[in-house]
């Protein structure tokens, strides 16, 4: 076999033990929670039989395990379950909440990637340079406040005081794209401040470890331009990491957006997410747990693999 295909397939085989090992954490997490999902959903009023009745219709009288590989089996068939507080079925819900948050996240990440990369090069022209130090200066300023309290301010001063876009981040369908725009324009400042500053502050490290190497000092004695030194010799080379802190951001960007989404009230996965825990809707809880446990896994894997085809000695390890 192939060194590179066995790489990958060693990538994919840890992705799905990593999956199932998080289904099995999610389950039991949301089992040992305190409190009667039976008792939530009838209130304090209900009567010993009744609740008796519910614990037996919502299969709670079954052992864990039984209950953990029908719950799996039901996933790997595309079947999420049905939703205790209001009986919708859950794959139905969350496919509208998931097309929410990727929009949301493909946004700020088609200006936070080629931005937070432009500013890492930027950052190695002028090292120790005013450039440098404002850059640096400012992304680890936005990584040091809370992303919660970044969106509040915001909020008060570019949506309430400026009334430059709307403070609750509302979408449907019914809106025009532009329109979808303008309502997300504060969670992706937010996002992008929140994620910029981690990636570039990465760029710009990976670049000057590269620049540490005898080639590039060899080519910096041919006489060639700073420019191109960093452009065309240090920065392929420093590919694998970026890769991988990118990813891991394109990942924050899905699952991390849970306190965004509540700030701006958002229509997202992470809304949704929250509004059943407070429910103690537990299908609804394993449900959103899953798939951001995939996603952060999937987006993982790919960084691993492109990290492997970017990089010729992990092609070839030996």
Not at 137 to 158: A, K
Not at 239 to 259: E, F, K, R, T
Not at 288 to 299: D, E, N, P
């Amino acid at each position: 076999m192939h060194p590179i295909v066995k790489l990958v397939a060693q990538r994919l085989a840890l992705s799905i033990v990593l999956l199932l090992a998080a289904s099995v954490l999610i389950f039991a997490g949301t089992m040992i929670l305190p409190g009667d999902v039976a008792q939530s959903i009838l209130g304090q009023s209900a009567t010993e039989q009744s609740l008796a009745n519910l614990r037996e219709e919502l299969g709670l009288n079954e052992p864990a395990v039984s209950r953990y590989f029908n719950w799996l089996g039901g996933v790997l068939q595309g079947d999420l379950g049905t939703a205790l507080t209001n009986g919708k079925d859950i794959a139905e819900s969350v496919s509208y909440r998931l097309k929410n948050t990727l929009f949301l996240a493909a946004t700020a990440a088609i200006i936070s990637v080629p931005l937070a990369i432009f500013l890492g090069l930027l950052a190695v022209r002028y090292r120790d340079r005013w450039p440098d130090k404002l850059i640096s200066g400012v992304t680890l300023t936005s990584i040091s406040i809370p992303e919660f309290l970044i969106g509040y301010l915001l909020m008060y001063f570019i949506g309430v005081k400026l009334g430059m876009f709307s403070s609750v981040a509302m979408i449907n369908d019914g809106m025009t794209f532009l329109e979808k725009l303008n309502a997300i324009a504060l969670p992706v400042m937010v996002l992008v401040l929140v994620v910029l500053a981690h990636m570039m502050r990465m760029t710009r490290a990976a670049i000057l470890n590269v620049m540490q190497s005898a080639y590039i000092e060899t080519a910096e004695l041919k006489g060639l331009s700073t420019f191109n030194v960093i452009f065309k010799h240090a920065f392929p080379n420093a590919i694998s990491p970026i890769v991988n802190v990118v990813m891991l951001n394109l990942a924050y960007l899905v699952v991390g957006v849970v306190v965004i989404e509540v700030v701006f009230v958002y229509p997202g996965m992470g809304q949704y997410l929250v509004d059943h825990v407070t429910k103690r809707d537990v299908p609804v809880v394993q449900a959103c747990g899953i798939i951001f446990a995939a996603v952060y896994i999937g987006l993982n894997m790919i960084a691993d693999i492109v990290s492997i085809l970017a990089n010729p000695r992990l092609r070839h390890p030996k």
